[in-house]
Each structure stands twice: as C-alpha cells, then as structure tokens.
C-alpha cells in the first residue's frame, strides 16, 4: 500500500521557521508531482506548493511564495517543506500529496486543492501564536 506520513508541526511563534516532512513509502519514488497543501478551520483546502515532472517546475502559492520551500530527497523517500517567518495565518493542517500519473503541471495541482494527486499523507497540524 502507499502510504504517506506527515509530522514536524506543532506550536511555533511568529517569524521562526519549521520543516515539515513527508515519509513515502508503498511505491517507487518517482511519481507525476509532488505537493504540500493545507487546511485551516472552516476554509477549503489550499494548495501551497507543487511540483510536477510534466514541465519541471514548481508552483507556489502567492500567499506563501518567497517563505515556503518544497524539497525532496528520493533516495529517502521524503518530501519536504520549509516554512520560513510563520505568521499566524499559517496555523492549519498541513497536508502531502502525491501523483503517480497525469498531465498536469504543479499549478493545475495547487490552484484546485488538489485535484489529480492520488495519495493523501495524514496531516500535521501547525499552530503559530502570535
């Protein structure tokens, strides 16, 4: 089975930086695309950052470009992403994704919530205080 786990959230104050990680596991690392979506209480699922082999690029969010860095390291089958000057507005459920197939390039992916990613990771919650 594929299987994804998230975990490095928790309670940070505003302007530190946090890495969240996603352990892949279940499938040859490899897939389609790549991404870290969130979801905070009473909104809908955000797309933060997407990558997608089709056209090799990397998607981000406005509201997160220039802090939020997506990364991976296929020999450990971990995705990663690294939040940087956490504002409150950050605190939700963060969520990994991948796609095994597709044609999408990482906005199509971002921009829709996470349309098209077939595997889910269970989420990591982050808090930020102010």
């Known amino acids: 089975d594929v299987q994804l786990q998230a975990s490095g959230g928790g309670l940070v104050q505003t302007g530190e930086s946090l890495k969240l990680s996603c352990a892949v596991s279940g499938f040859a690392f490899g897939g389609r695309a790549i991404g870290w979506f969130r979801q905070a209480p009473g909104k809908e699922r955000e797309g933060l950052s997407c990558f997608s082999s089709v056209n090799d690029r990397t998607y981000y969010a406005d509201s997160v470009k220039g802090r939020f860095a997506i990364s991976s390291d296929y020999a450990k089958k971990m995705i990663y992403l690294t939040i940087n000057n956490v504002k409150p507005e950050d605190t939700a459920v963060y969520y990994c994704?991948?796609?095994?197939?597709?044609?999408?390039?990482?906005?199509?992916?971002?921009?829709?919530?996470?349309?098209?990613?077939?595997?889910w990771g269970t989420g990591t919650q982050v808090t930020v205080s102010s």
């Open positions: 994704a991948v796609a095994l197939v597709g044609n999408y390039d990482g906005s199509y992916y971002c921009k829709t919530g996470g349309d098209g990613m077939d595997y």
